[in-house]
C-alpha cells in the first residue's frame, strides 16, 4: 500500500451524478484511484455500484459531474472514449464472450480491429495469456463448449489482450456455480499482484481481505464509507455498514 | 468414509425404442388420432390414385426420338399430337415442345449457350463454396465469387460486350426471367435491408425516422401496387416519349425495394435477439460502430435470421409470378402464352402441374439449403 503513496491519480471522478430518467442512481461521487491501487466496491443490490464503474469506460451516461482517465476527461466525443475504452477494459457478469468467435477469436479481435495488430501477433499473445489463465488447450472451441469459470477466465485474458491500465470487474463470480468461483478469483488474485489498476465490484469478501487497498461500500447510490479492508471489516464507522457486514459474513 | 462408486450405464427397455413405439406415439395414440389418422389415409387415397392415373398411367410420353446430349432416345415413331394425346391423361409432349419458352422465353436459339453458361455457373457456385470452406483465402474466393458472378452473368445474358450480341430484355422470358427477377431481388435487396434494418435501431433521430417511413410504407402496399406503380405510373413522372429505363429494370427496382422493407424487419428480429451484454462487450473492446455492427452483431443476427430470410425469399421468389401483369413473360405467364397456340389449345392443366413441379423442387431445395446454413453455423449450441 505504501507504495502507492507517490503515485499519481489514474481515474478522478468528481461530483458525479446518474439519473435513469427520474431515479437518482449516482449521488455525488467523488473518487480518486491511483495508479495499480486494487479497488474492491461493494454495498446491497441496486446501491448504484456497477452503474459506477461503468461511467467509467462511459458504457453509462451521465450527466452531472466529471470524470479523468489518466488525464482525459470523459465526453460524448467518440474519439476520446475509443482511446480510453483502449486503456480501461472490463470484465462482465455473464462473461459476454461474442458466441460465434473462437475462443482465440474472441481474444485477438480487439486487437487485430482497434490496436492493428497483425494476426500472427495477436494470435500468439492471445495463446500466451490463455496459457496465464490456465486455458490454453481450449483455444479454438467455442465459449458455449466451456463451464463458466472458464468463460470467465477467457473474458478476462480477452480484456488483458489490449495490455490495460485499468481493470473493472463487474461482479466477476455472481453468475458462477460455487464450483467454479475459486479458479476466477484466483486469476485475479495474480492480476493483483501484477500492479494493474482494477476496480472490482464483488461479494468475495475474502478476495477483498486478502487483495484489496481500498474498499468501498455504496449504498443508495452514495459512497457511505471507504476504508483499508483491516479497518473497513473491523472498525466500521456507520451503522449501515455494519448491518451489511453482519448480514454478509454471519453466514 | 465410504467410496462413491459410479455405476455403469445401460440401454433403455427395448419396449421404449423401434418402429412400432413410432407408430403408437405418433399416429395411434389415442381414439382421436386414431380417427385423424384414418381420415388422412382415406384422403391420400382420394386424391392419389386419380393424380398418378393423370400424370403416368394415362398420360402420352410419345414424344418421338429425343436428343439427350448426343444420345438418341426413342420414345415412340412420331410425337404425339395434341388430338391423339386425348383428354384422359396428360399430355407431356406439349411440354416437350414447349420447353423451350418455359425456360427461354423469347431468346434467340442461336444465342441459348449464353443462359445456359449462367446456370452451369450457378450450379458450380454451389459447388466451389463447400469445397473452399477449410481453404485459407475462402473469404477473398467467395468475396470475388460475390462480385464477379453477378457481373459475369449479367453480360452474358445482356450481350452488348465484345462478340456477345445485345438480346433486348423484352425477349427474356420463362425460368430465366424468373430467376432473374428472383435472384436479383433477393441480392439486392438484402444488402439495402440490413442497412434499413440498422437505421430503424439507429440512436440518429432522421436514419431512424427515414427507415421507419420507408419500412412501414412499403409493408403497407402490395407488391402488385408496386409492380403498377414501376411499369405504368413511374413512367408518367418521366419526360414524355423518353422510354430509356428499361421495363425489367423499372419492375427489378421496385421488387428489390420492396423486399427490402421486408429483409429489414426480419433482420430487425434478429437484432433485437442480440442480447445488450454483446453490444456492451463490443463497446468496451474499442470496437467503432461500424466494426460492432459488421464484426459481432450481424453475424449472430443474420444467423439467427436464417430461416426468416430464406422463407421471406421463398416468398418473394413465388411472388416474382405476379410480374406477367406488367407484360413480363415469366415462367407462369408461358402457360397462357404457349396454349394460346392453335395447335396446344386447352393444355393449361399440363402447364400448371409442370410449373409448380419445377417451383416446388427449386424451393424445396432452397427450404433445405438454408437447413444446412443454420447447422453449419450454429455454434452457439453445440456442445
Given at each position: 500500500m505504501s507504495t502507492n503513496k507517490n503515485k499519481k491519480n489514474i481515474i478522478e471522478i468528481s461530483q458525479l451524478n446518474k439519473w435513469y430518467g427520474e431515479f437518482h442512481?449516482?449521488?455525488?461521487i467523488d473518487l480518486k484511484v491511483k495508479e495499480g491501487e486494487i479497488i474492491v466496491v461493494c454495498g446491497?443490490?441496486?446501491?448504484g455500484k456497477s452503474t459506477l464503474i461503468r461511467c467509467v469506460n462511459f458504457l453509462e451516461k451521465f450527466q452531472e459531474g466529471s470524470i479523468l482517465v489518466s488525464g482525459t476527461e470523459l465526453t460524448d466525443d467518440a474519439q476520446k472514449i475509443r482511446k480510453i475504452r483502449s486503456e480501461v477494459s472490463m470484465v462482465f457478469q455473464h462473461f459476454n464472450?461474442?458466441?460465434?468467435?473462437?475462443i482465440v477469436d474472441n481474444l485477438t479481435l480487439a486487437p487485430i480491429w482497434?490496436?492493428?495488430?497483425?494476426k500472427r501477433e495477436a494470435r500468439e499473445k492471445a495463446l500466451k495469456l490463455l496459457d496465464r489463465v490456465g486455458?490454453?488447450?481450449?483455444?479454438?472451441?467455442?465459449?458455449?463448449?466451456?463451464?463458466g469459470g472458464q468463460q470467465q477466465r477467457v473474458a478476462i485474458a480477452r480484456s488483458l489482450c489490449t495490455n490495460p491500465k485499468i481493470m473493472l470487474f463487474d461482479?466477476?463470480?455472481?453468475?458462477?456455480?460455487p464450483e467454479m468461483i475459486s479458479e476466477v478469483l484466483d486469476v485475479m488474485v495474480e492480476l493483483a499482484k501484477e500492479g494493474i489498476t482494477m476496480i472490482c465490484v464483488t461479494h468475495e469478501m475474502g478476495f477483498a481481505r486478502k487483495v484489496a487497498n481500498r474498499i468501498i461500500f455504496m449504498d443508495d447510490g452514495q459512497i457511505v464509507e471507504e476504508n483499508d479492508p483491516e479497518n473497513f471489516f473491523n472498525n466500521a464507522e456507520s451503522d449501515r455498514l455494519q448491518l451489511f457486514l453482519n448480514q454478509i459474513l454471519t453466514h | 468414509m465410504s467410496v462413491f462408486d459410479q455405476q455403469a450405464t445401460r440401454k433403455p427397455p427395448?419396449?421404449?425404442?423401434g418402429a412400432v413405439l413410432w407408430l403408437k406415439t405418433n399416429?395411434?395414440?389415442s381414439w382421436v388420432n386414431t380417427g385423424l389418422t384414418a381420415a388422412s389415409l382415406y384422403l391420400l387415397y382420394l386424391i392419389f390414385p386419380p393424380l398418378l392415373d393423370w400424370m403416368f398411367?394415362?398420360?402420352?410420353?410419345?414424344?418421338?426420338t429425343i436428343n439427350f446430349f448426343g444420345f438418341e432416345i426413342k420414345f415412340s415413331e412420331e410425337m404425339a399430337t395434341n388430338k391423339n394425346?386425348?383428354?384422359?391423361?396428360?399430355?407431356w409432349p406439349y411440354i416437350y415442345e414447349k420447353l423451350y419458352m418455359y425456360t427461354?422465353?423469347?431468346?434467340?436459339r442461336t444465342e441459348t449457350w449464353r443462359p445456359n453458361t449462367v446456370f452451369a455457373l450457378t450450379a458450380l457456385l454451389f459447388v466451389i463454396i463447400p469445397l473452399v470452406k477449410?481453404?485459407?483465402y475462402k473469404n477473398r474466393v467467395i468475396l470475388s465469387l460475390i462480385i464477379f458472378y453477378p457481373i459475369v452473368s449479367f453480360v452474358l445474358i445482356s450481350g452488348g460486350f465484345g462478340v456477345l450480341t445485345v438480346v433486348e430484355t423484352h425477349l427474356w422470358g420463362g425460368l430465366l426471367l424468373t430467376l432473374v427477377i428472383a435472384s436479383v431481388g433477393i441480392i439486392v435487396s438484402f444488402p439495402i435491408g440490413v442497412l434499413l434494418a440498422l437505421g430503424r435501431q439507429s440512436e440518429l433521430r432522421i436514419i431512424k425516422l427515414f427507415s421507419t417511413i420507408f419500412i412501414e410504407f412499403v409493408r403497407a402496399v402490395p407488391l402488385i401496387t408496386i409492380l403498377f406503380m414501376a411499369s405504368f405510373v413511374l413512367p408518367l413522372f418521366l419526360?414524355?416519349?423518353?422510354?430509356?429505363?428499361d421495363k425489367l429494370l423499372r419492375a427489378l427496382i421496385g421488387i428489390a425495394l420492396f423486399q427490402a422493407a421486408y429483409f429489414a424487419e426480419v433482420i430487425r428480429g434478429g437484432l433485437q435477439a442480440i442480447p445488450r451484454g454483446q453490444y456492451e462487450a463490443a463497446d468496451a473492446i474499442g470496437l467503432s460502430y461500424f466494426q460492432k455492427n459488421a464484426l459481432i452483431v450481424l453475424p449472430q443476427a443474420l444467423k439467427i435470421s436464417i430461416p426468416n430470410i430464406v422463407g421471406s425469399s421463398i416468398s418473394l421468389f413465388k411472388d416474382t409470378t405476379l410480374v406477367l401483369i406488367i407484360g413480363l413473360m415469366d415462367m407462369l405467364a408461358m402457360v397462357g402464352l404457349t396454349t394460346a397456340d392453335p395447335y396446344w389449345l386447352g393444355r393449361e392443366t399440363e402447364g400448371y402441374v409442370f410449373v409448380t413441379i419445377v417451383m416446388w423442387v427449386m424451393l424445396y431445395s432452397m427450404s433445405r439449403y438454408s437447413k444446412k446454413l443454420e447447422l453449419r453455423f450454429n455454434t452457439e449450441n453445440q456442445n
Open positions: 442512481a449516482l449521488k455525488n446491497p443490490s441496486g446501491s464472450l461474442f458466441p460465434h468467435l473462437t482497434v490496436h492493428n495488430e497483425t486455458i490454453k488447450d481450449q483455444a479454438e472451441k467455442y465459449p458455449n463448449q466451456l463451464s461482479e466477476p463470480t455472481s453468475a458462477l456455480d | 427395448i419396449s421404449q425404442i399416429l395411434f395414440s398411367f394415362n398420360a402420352s410420353f410419345s414424344f418421338g394425346c386425348g383428354r384422359v391423361g396428360a399430355c427461354y422465353g423469347f431468346y434467340p477449410n481453404y485459407k419526360e414524355p416519349g423518353n422510354n430509356s429505363i
